[in-house]
């Protein structure tokens, strides 16, 4: 039984920080990438964050060095570490689970909100 729950979202001022979570029920999680995306009203899903099997990462240019992406293969655990948040950012964030083939895995979403 393949679950992917995601969690931490919530409402922040400008310049504050948010870490993302994301628990994932499945075999073989070491052997997955481990992608982040976010959508914001009216404008397309997009890439923010990204972290392969052997821990190499990439970050959208709009993120890059704010943002942290990771993963505990022992807990079968991936984070988004968010930090400097402005409201551009503001969008729901999902977690993705996706093999070298074509299976991957979403999780649910989570609001987050930056504000003033």
């Known amino acids: 039984q393949v679950q992917l729950v995601e969690s931490g979202g919530g409402l922040v001022q400008p310049g504050e920080s948010l870490r993302l979570s994301c628990t994932a029920s499945v075999s073989g999680f070491s052997f997955y990438a481990v992608l982040w995306h976010r959508q914001a009203p009216g404008k397309q899903r997009e890439l923010v964050a990204s972290?392969?099997?052997?821990?190499?990462?990439y970050y959208a240019a709009s993120v890059k060095g704010r943002f942290t992406v990771s993963r505990d293969n022992a807990k079968n655990t991936m984070a988004l570490q968010m930090n400097s948040l402005s409201p551009e950012d503001t969008a729901v964030y999902y977690c993705n689970l996706k093999s070298v083939g074509t299976r991957e895995y979403w999780g649910q979403g989570t609001q987050v909100t930056v504000s003033s």
């Open positions: 972290i392969n099997r052997e821990g190499s990462t």
